[in-house]
């Protein structure tokens, strides 16, 4: 059965360094999303993309992110300089359409930034 | 905004037996989806059951079932004849339902189940 992958598994990083984050989505999936979840909290909605652009963001996706679909099938999160706050474990997500009732999740990337 | 709300960090339940995930939610929108994810340990989330709030009947799915409750705004989980599989976090999510509307999940934090043999 087809899966949405995500690498790393974990990344370390020190603050202020930029991270990417990336997702392969299932292939014949059109709209794309990131969401995180800070340990301990909720999973939290950051960002959903289709048609190579942003269909719609959270408050919490300001200027240090960014997402991208470099190619046929990567999909991935850039945070340009990361804070100490951005240690969350971050989940891609992918669904057939707007009307698609179901997110088909990955395994998630802890990110932890020291 | 809507908010989905799960009072139980954490359950426990005896193989074989049964147990009751609860849910609350906040909502201004007639017409959404409520669903219960299950994260096993180190795995991705999977979508268990799914209600569309039109519907009066509630969903089942073989040993799950939902005991949803539109007026008091309430989405329990039912899992019947547990078994060690069942072990996991599971997730109480909504999504508004409609043409144009936002396809974000709104989730709650989450219930860590235990399955005891």
């Known amino acids: 059965e087809p899966e949405v992958t995500q690498t790393p598994s974990h990344q370390v990083t020190q603050m202020g360094q930029e991270v990417i984050l990336r997702c392969v989505p299932i292939?014949?999936?059109?709209?794309f999303y990131w969401y995180r979840q800070i340990l301990g909290q909720k999973v939290e909605f950051l960002v959903s993309f289709y048609n190579n652009e942003i269909s719609e963001k959270s408050e919490i996706f300001d200027d240090q992110f960014s997402v991208e679909r470099p190619d046929g099938s990567n999909f991935t999160l850039k945070i340009r300089s990361t804070k100490l706050e951005d240690s969350a474990m971050y989940f891609c997500?992918?669904?057939?359409?707007?009307?698609?009732?179901?997110?088909?999740f990955g395994p998630g990337t802890r990110l932890t930034v020291t | 905004a809507q908010t989905v709300t799960q009072s139980q960090p954490e359950m426990s339940v005896q193989e074989a037996e049964t147990v009751t995930l609860s849910c609350t939610y906040d909502t201004s929108e007639s017409d959404y989806y409520l669903f219960w994810y299950k994260q096993p340990p180190s795995r991705q989330m999977i979508l268990v059951i799914r209600?569309?709030?039109?519907?009066?009947q509630n969903a089942t799915e073989n040993r799950f079932s939902v005991n949803f409750q539109k007026a008091a705004k309430s989405f329990s989980l039912k899992i019947s004849d547990s078994q060690l599989g069942d072990a996991a976090m599971y997730f109480c999510?909504?999504?508004?339902?409609?043409?144009?509307?936002?396809?974000?999940?709104?989730f709650g934090t989450g219930t860590l189940l235990a399955v005891q043999p």
């Open positions: 209600q569309e709030a039109y519907k009066q």
């Open positions: 997500a992918s669904s057939e359409s707007l009307y698609s009732y179901e997110q088909y």
């Open positions: 999510a909504y999504r508004r339902r409609g043409g144009g509307a936002t396809n974000k999940l709104i």
């Open positions: 292939s014949n999936h059109l709209y």
